[in-house]
T-cell receptor, first 113, second 110 residues
Framework: EAGVAQSPRYKIIEKRQSVAFWCNPI?????LYWYQQILGQGPKLLIQ????????DSQLPKDRFSAERLKGVDSTLKIQPAKLEDSAVYLC???????????FGPGTRLTVT | QKEVEQNSGPLSVPEGAIASLNCTYS??????FFWYRQYSGKSPELIMF????GDKEDGRFTAQLNKASQYVSLLIRDSQPSDSATYLC??????????FGAGTTVTVRA
């Protein structure tokens, strides 16, 4: 079974630039999550999708972050404009609906200079 | 008060010893509890989950849950160098979000 795919794996941008991350969940997983993990901290949920609908985006900084999941499969997370404090690993995870075990992708390490 | 707190570590244990990791949570309505292992530079991988009070064993790993004390722990028996990693405690809170602790870094000395 293929795991959660993410790209790019690494990205370096300057502050005020924009960046986008892509995620393809495990086949059949209707629930998709985006997390931000700052060095030395645990992952923090940014947004949760059920199919193509948003379940929770309470911790998403909506003035600069956006996410979509068209067709209920792949998802993109965008940051525009980026700030220095956005430097982190962005993790995508997926799960079957109603099942609590989440499976993580390899993550995208973002460095904002 | 943080939703999920873990002992700060780092925790260093000799090979073959038992590593004991602790986690407390604030939401008394939390129903499910998870331990993830995260190697340096890698993504978290699920190693254990527990829903009911008591112990749950899986190979060298044992998860313990005490909902009255709002406490969950992970024991790693016969620790191996390959167990050296950061262990993240995660709790599914009453609003169905998964909240993670900051993690405890374990180093197993050969």
């Amino acid at each position: 079974e293929a795991g959660v795919a993410q790209s790019p794996r690494y990205k370096i941008i300057e502050k005020r630039q924009s960046v986008a991350f892509w995620c393809n969940p495990i086949s059949g997983h209707a629930t998709l999550y985006w997390y931000q993990q700052i060095l030395g901290q645990g992952p923090k949920l940014l947004i949760q999708f059920q199919n193509n609908g948003v379940v929770d985006d309470s911790q998403l900084p909506k003035d600069r972050f956006s996410a979509e999941r068209l067709k209920g499969v792949d998802s993109t997370l965008k940051i525009q404009p980026a700030k220095l404090e956005d430097s982190a690993v962005y993790l995508c995870a997926s799960s079957f609906p109603g099942v609590y075990e989440q499976y993580f992708g390899p993550g995208t390490r973002l460095t904002v200079t | 008060q943080k939703e999920v707190e873990q002992n700060s570590g780092p925790l260093s244990v000799p090979e073959g010893a038992i590593a004991s990791l602790n986690c407390t949570y604030s939401d008394r309505g939390s129903q499910s509890f998870f331990w993830y292992r995260q190697y340096s530079g890698k993504s978290p991988e699920l190693i254990m989950f527990i829903y009911s009070n008591g112990d749950k064993e899986d190979g060298r790993f044992t998860a313990q849950l005490n909902k009255a004390s709002q406490y969950v722990s992970l024991l790693i028996r016969d620790s191996q160098p390959s167990d050296s990693a950061t262990y993240l405690c995660a709790v599914r809170t009453n609003d169905y979000k998964l909240s993670f602790g900051a993690g405890t870094t374990v180093t197993v000395r050969a």
